[in-house]
C-alpha cells in the first residue's frame, strides 16, 4: 500500500536493441541549490560510468534516455546521485535513488 515516506517512484526500461536507459521518476525533490542530479551506471566491478543529467519540473517529474557504453562488466545498477553544477568526473555526493539490476545480455558482445 502506497510508497515509504521519502521514496521516489519510477520506472527504469532497458532497451538492449538501442543499447538505452529509459529513465521515468515521480514525486522527486528537486536538488538543492547550486546541485544537479548526475545518472551513474555501476558496474560488476564497482565502476561508477557518467550517463548524464537529470532534470528535474517543479511538480517533481523527470524523465531521460541515456545511451549504455559498450563494457566488458556488466551494468549492476543505476544511480542518481546529487553533485555540484558542472563537470562531475565521478559520484561524490550523497545518492538519491538506486536501482539494482542484472542488464539482459550482459557485458560488451
Do not use: N
Not at 521518476?25 to 555501476?42: H, I, T
Not at 517543479?58 to 566488458?72: K, T
Not at 543505476?78 to 555540484?84: A, L, R, W
Request: a negative charge; charged letters at 20%; one cysteine or more.
Amino acid at each position: 500500500e502506497g510508497t515509504a515516506e521519502g521514496a521516489v517512484v519510477g520506472h527504469l526500461m532497458w532497451d538492449a536493441r538501442g543499447r538505452s536507459l529509459h529513465f521515468f521518476a515521480f514525486d522527486l525533490q528537486p536538488p538543492a541549490e547550486g546541485k544537479q542530479f548526475v545518472v551513474w551506471y555501476e558496474t560488476g566491478d564497482g565502476k561508477a560510468i557518467h550517463a548524464g543529467e537529470l532534470a528535474v519540473s517543479a511538480r517533481g517529474a523527470c524523465s531521460a534516455v541515456f545511451d549504455a557504453p559498450q563494457l566488458d562488466e556488466s551494468i549492476t545498477a543505476i544511480i542518481v546521485t546529487e553533485e555540484p553544477v558542472g563537470a562531475v568526473a565521478a559520484p561524490h555526493g550523497p545518492q538519491r535513488i538506486v536501482a539494482r539490476f542484472e542488464q539482459p545480455g550482459g557485458g560488451a558482445e
